[in-house]
């Protein structure tokens, strides 16, 4: 027999059982496979199962977000800082509704305001992001405080309006949320001019708003953003939603604000607190050319995808 031409490949039955291995392996490492299901861990249990990810998950929102400060030196040598955000094809909003119906949605701890698009005849109301895909439109909610920080700094208000992804069967999740701050030349918000008003009286009332249109981004610039993959805020966590921040805060005036946040005294806790910020656990948003900050960090209850890596190592060198 010529041994030079044997086959090196393991029968098949051992290829099958190294296989299956890998797998068990993987099964035991929470988050192991969370970038590619639909909801993070949540997804190896049955259909339709819902699992509470807010403590245990590890793609987890609201995170903080960096400024892109690039440092160049000019040609004398002396450092200069500039604002250099990656300039990408433009978010397109295609939002057709026309009128918008406003409720009051509360917790033990605070309240948020719900903004449901609403028409006169059948519309849709997309969100396209290049390279990505198109979201419909479910609703937006505004916070006050933002959740988001931005250089650790926390804005007055935050709208975080929730999208459907196309083709997903309603399991992938967009989140386009803006940033809003008080305004150094006093300008106002055109999309709170539309609704500060006409909140709800109280907490079991709702108002419909005619002639709304959604226009949540203000003067945001619409090819500059930030993106991860992240969770739902409230709820039980849900790691199923694309998050698109936009890089530039857009203005409100105080005294718009002030009308927000006067509305919800009619709860004892008003507006619910913003949720703390969430541990990256190896996440990089993505918004710059250049990344100075990345948070090294390993996933709760388990070494996180290294650990899987090497424990496959260590089975397959084994067999």
Same mark, same amino acid.
């Given at each position: 027999?010529?041994?030079?031409?044997?086959?090196?490949a393991?029968p098949l039955?051992?290829?099958?059982?190294r296989?299956?291995?890998?797998?068990?392996v993987a099964s #035991?490492?929470p988050?192991?496979?969370?970038?590619?299901?639909?909801?993070?861990?949540a997804?190896v249990a049955?259909?339709?199962?819902?699992i509470?990810?807010?403590?245990e998950?590890?793609?987890q929102?609201p995170?903080?977000? =960096?400024?892109?400060?690039?440092t160049?030196?000019?040609a =004398?040598?002396n450092a200069?800082?500039?604002?250099m955000?990656?300039?990408?094809? +433009?978010l397109?909003?295609?939002y057709?509704?026309n *009128?918008a119906?406003l409720?009051?949605?509360?917790e033990?701890d605070?309240?948020?305001?719900?903004?449901e698009p609403?028409?006169?005849?059948?519309?849709?109301?997309v #969100?396209s992001?290049p390279?990505?895909?198109?979201y419909m439109l =479910?609703h937006?909610v505004v *916070?006050i405080p933002?959740?988001?920080?931005?250089n650790g700094n926390?804005y007055?208000?935050?709208?975080?309006? #929730?999208?459907t992804m196309e083709y997903? =069967?309603?399991?992938?999740?967009?989140?386009l949320s803006t940033?809003?701050e008080i305004g150094?030349?006093?300008k106002s918000?055109?999309f709170?001019?539309e609704f500060?008003n006409?909140m709800?009286r109280d907490l079991?009332s709702?108002n419909?708003?005619?002639?709304?249109?959604?226009?949540?981004?203000?003067t945001?610039?619409?090819s *500059?953003?930030h993106t991860?993959k992240?969770s739902?805020?409230?709820?039980d966590?849900?790691?199923?939603?694309?998050?698109f921040?936009?890089y530039?805060?857009?203005?409100?005036t105080?005294?718009?604000?002030d009308?927000l +946040?006067?509305?919800?005294?009619?709860?004892p806790?008003g507006?619910k607190?913003?949720r703390?910020l969430?541990h990256?656990?190896g996440?990089q948003?993505e918004?710059?050319?250049?990344?100075d900050h990345?948070?090294?960090?390993?996933?709760?209850?388990?070494?996180?995808?290294l650990s899987?890596?090497l424990?496959?190592s260590?089975?397959?060198?084994? #067999?």
């Open positions: 027999m010529d041994l030079s031409r044997q086959s090196l393991p039955a051992v290829m099958h059982w296989l299956d291995a890998i797998c068990f #035991l490492v988050g192991a496979f969370g970038n590619t299901g639909v909801t993070g861990t997804h049955a259909a339709g199962a819902s509470n990810m807010c403590s998950g590890t793609m929102s995170i903080n977000l =960096d400024k892109c400060v690039k160049i030196d000019d =004398d040598g200069e800082h500039w604002n955000p990656m300039e990408r094809p +433009k397109k909003m295609n057709a509704a *009128r119906e409720k009051k949605v509360c033990d605070g309240c948020t305001l719900h903004i609403k028409s006169d005849v059948a519309v849709t109301n #969100l992001v390279g990505i895909g198109s =479910d937006c *916070r933002s959740e988001h920080t931005l926390r007055p208000l935050e709208v975080q309006c #929730l999208h997903t =069967d309603f399991k992938r999740k967009g989140m940033l809003y150094s030349e006093g918000s055109s709170v001019s500060e006409d709800p079991a709702t419909a708003v005619k002639g709304f249109y959604f226009s949540p981004t203000g945001a610039g619409k *500059r953003y991860y992240g739902h805020t409230t709820g966590c849900r790691e199923d939603v694309d998050w921040v936009m530039d805060p857009t203005s409100i105080q005294g718009q604000l009308k +946040k006067n509305n919800m005294t009619d709860h806790y507006w607190p913003a703390p969430q990256l656990y996440r948003p918004a710059c050319y250049h990344t990345y948070e090294d960090a390993a996933a709760p209850a388990a070494m996180g995808v899987l890596a424990a496959i260590s089975i397959v060198a084994r #067999l």
